[in-house]
T-cell receptor, first 112, second 111 residues
Framework: SQTIHQWPATLVQPVGSPLSLECTVEGTSNPNLYWYRQAAGRGLQLLFYSVGIGQISSEVPQNLSASRPQDRQFILSSKKLLLSDSGFYLC???????????FGPGTRLLVL | GENVEQHPSTLSVQEGDSAVIKCTYSDSASNYFPWYKQELGKRPQLIIDIRSNVGEKKDQRIAVTLNKTAKHFSLHITETQPEDSAVYFCAAKFGNTPLVFGKGTRLSVIA
């Protein structure tokens, strides 16, 4: 069966510091991968998605970037965090971009 | 662009009563509609989905109905229990792009 991992689970970072969040999927090949951000009490904001290695689509302009160095690895990065980057970051995968997405456990980020 | 409107944003029901959440979508070609449940502090989890070739799907106390003509679909929860309290998200598939999610409904079941 397929499993999706995210780390770290929680993170407290000062404003202006860099960020690297990692997501990996097990038990499937060539998954479609997604990064979402969820502000407290709010909906799911799609940040990036990837249909293959090195292929990244950005949905929202911001100071974040994403990379997919391996088939089942998706990384979310920032060079300088802003207070507004605080939130719950969710990675998800799907077999096809048009199909059901399955979410990872999330990373709770607090920028102070 | 593609859009999914979800209503209500909050819903309170007495334990044992039914809850209904409705979503409307903009593209009549959409053909896949999943529903997710997100408990506090947890990840969203798929609870039921429906494709456009059927009008209704049921799984125990949960059902989803689809009206393609009116371009809306609804989640129905019967005999609600406190553990049904969560945020529910609808979503729809548009063309060859990722799912588009509604803004969510916070359901509170009052014991």
């Amino acid at each position: 069966s397929q499993t999706i991992h995210q780390w770290p689970a929680t993170l407290v970072q000062p404003v202006g510091s860099p960020l690297s969040l990692e997501c990996t999927v097990e038990g499937t090949s060539n998954p479609n991968l997604y990064w979402y951000r969820q502000a407290a009490g709010r909906g799911l904001q799609l940040l990036f998605y990837s249909v293959g290695i090195g292929q990244i689509s950005s949905e929202v302009p911001q100071n974040l970037s994403a990379s997919r160095p391996q088939d089942r690895q998706f990384i979310l990065s920032s060079k300088k965090l802003l207070l507004s980057d605080s939130g719950f970051y969710l990675c998800a995968w799907s077999r096809d971009i048009r199909e059901t997405q399955y979410f990872g456990p999330g990373t709770r980020l607090l920028v102070l | 662009g593609e859009n999914v409107e979800q209503h209500p944003s909050t819903l309170s029901v007495q334990e044992g009563d039914s809850a209904v959440i409705k979503c409307t979508y903009s593209d009549s070609a959409s053909n896949y509609f999943p529903w997710y449940k997100q408990e506090l502090g947890k990840r969203p989890q798929l609870i039921i989905d429906i494709r456009s070739n059927v009008g209704e799907k049921k799984d125990q106390r949960i059902a989803v109905t689809l009206n393609k003509t009116a371009k809306h679909f609804s989640l129905h929860i019967t005999e609600t229990q406190p553990e049904d309290s969560a945020v529910y998200f609808c979503a729809a598939k548009f063309g060859n792009t990722p799912l588009v999610f509604g803004k969510g409904t916070r359901l509170s079941v009052i014991a």
